[in-house]
């Protein structure tokens, strides 16, 4: 019984790196979320994706970031030329394709540092 | 834009004592409503959530939560706490049911039970 998978489960870059984190949501799940936790912080909202459409990423870095959900394989959130401020834990959730009174279920997360 | 307060950073409470952790929202409209825990190292479990009916919600863990329209505010609470309720406790609030749009969550209540 697969939950959402997140993977790595930590991960070191040097500034000036790329990062990518990946997602798997739950059997049966379409669309995704991605969340940034900072020390101290709540989760605040960074994009949402369905298979090969993004629908919003209002909460995204104009710079840097990217996202994507492609129609085979998991989704995956993209960092280039990371910086000391991107170290913080970024979650993955899932919700069912049908259903909009359907919670998100969330990943372990992944931890970023940079050094 | 929907927003969140979680009052109180840090609560301790002796186990076997009762809890009560605030949550108050700001949304135009009948806003979804969770809550969350977060253990260390973890990703966030739905402890209930709140859609529309009954006012008063039951979840797992013995956990209930009170919506009251009047306060905009969604507390948590048990009746007798475990030393493995401590934990970080989150509440969000989504425009939809959670299956179509990003949370907004509050900064989060750290509980420490003390023995």
């Known amino acids: 019984n697969a939950g959402v998978m997140q993977n790595p489960r930590h991960l070191v870059r040097r500034r000036g790196q790329e990062a990518r984190l990946r997602c798997s949501p739950m059997?049966?799940?379409?669309?995704v979320y991605w969340y940034r936790q900072l020390p101290e912080e709540g989760l605040k909202f960074m994009v949402y994706?369905?298979?090969?459409?993004?629908?919003?990423e209002s909460g995204m870095p104009k710079e840097r970031f990217s996202a994507e959900f492609p129609k085979e394989g998991p989704s995956i959130l993209r960092i280039q030329q990371v910086v000391r401020g991107d170290s913080a834990a970024y979650f993955c959730?899932?919700?069912?394709?049908?259903?909009?009174?359907?919670?998100?279920?969330f990943g372990d997360g992944t931890r970023l540092s940079i050094l | 834009a929907q927003s969140v307060t979680q009052p109180d950073i840090h609560i301790t409470v002796s186990e076997g004592a009762s809890l009560e952790l605030r949550c108050n929202y700001s949304?135009?409209?009948?806003?979804?409503l969770f809550w969350y825990v977060q253990s260390p190292g973890q990703g966030l479990q739905l402890l209930l959530k709140?859609?529309?009916?009954?006012?008063l919600v039951q979840g797992i863990k013995g956990f209930e939560a009170e919506f009251k329209r009047s306060q905009s505010s969604f507390n948590l609470r048990k009746p007798s706490v475990h030393w493995s309720d401590a934990a970080e406790y989150f509440c969000?609030?989504?425009?939809?049911?959670?299956?179509?749009?990003?949370?907004?969550f509050g900064k989060g209540t750290h509980l420490i039970i003390q023995p």
């Open positions: 959730a899932s919700s069912p394709l049908t259903g909009r009174d359907q919670p998100q279920h």
């Open positions: 059997k049966g799940h379409s669309h």
């Open positions: 994706l369905q298979k090969e459409n993004i629908i919003d």
């Open positions: 949304y135009g409209a009948t806003p979804y």
């Open positions: 709140y859609f529309s009916g009954d006012t």
């Open positions: 969000a609030v989504g425009v939809s049911g959670g299956g179509a749009d990003g949370l907004t």
